[in-house]
């Protein structure tokens, strides 16, 4: 049997497991930055709601703005969902099969 040696097996251990926890760690400041970024993009959309309706208490009008390529990109964003009722699923067709006496 050939020896083993327990340092150098355990080299190549942690050398593997390192190669994993980097690309872990890659992803997971992939993701934080996503999630920076998104909350970045929340807070410029926040703004840009204040501003516009601040534009529109000076004076502005939506035709205006819209005129200056500044249209109301809030109104945009609002997701429209129209719930409609459910209709009931028509029954299914019977065969009436009684026969005369």
């Known amino acids: ?3 083993i040696s327990i340092e150098s ?5 942690r050398q593997l497991l390192n190669s994993r926890i980097e690309s872990v ?3 997971v400041q992939a993701r934080q930055r996503i999630a920076d970024l998104k909350e970045q993009l ?3 959309e926040r703004e840009d709601k204040r501003a516009y309706v601040r534009a529109t208490r000076d004076g502005w009008s939506d035709e205006e703005l819209k005129k200056l390529g ?3 990109a809030a109104a945009k ?3 429209r969902t129209t719930t409609q009722p459910e ?3 028509p029954a299914p067709a019977t065969v009436s ?3 005369s006496l």
């Open 1 to 3: 049997m050939a020896n």
């Open 42 to 44: 929340a807070e410029a």
């Open 77 to 79: 964003r609002r997701k």
């Open 70 to 72: 500044l249209d109301n």
């Open 97 to 99: 099969t009684s026969e």
């Open 25 to 27: 760690t890659a992803l």
């Open 9 to 13: 097996t355990q080299e190549k251990a």
């Open 87 to 89: 209709k009931p699923s």
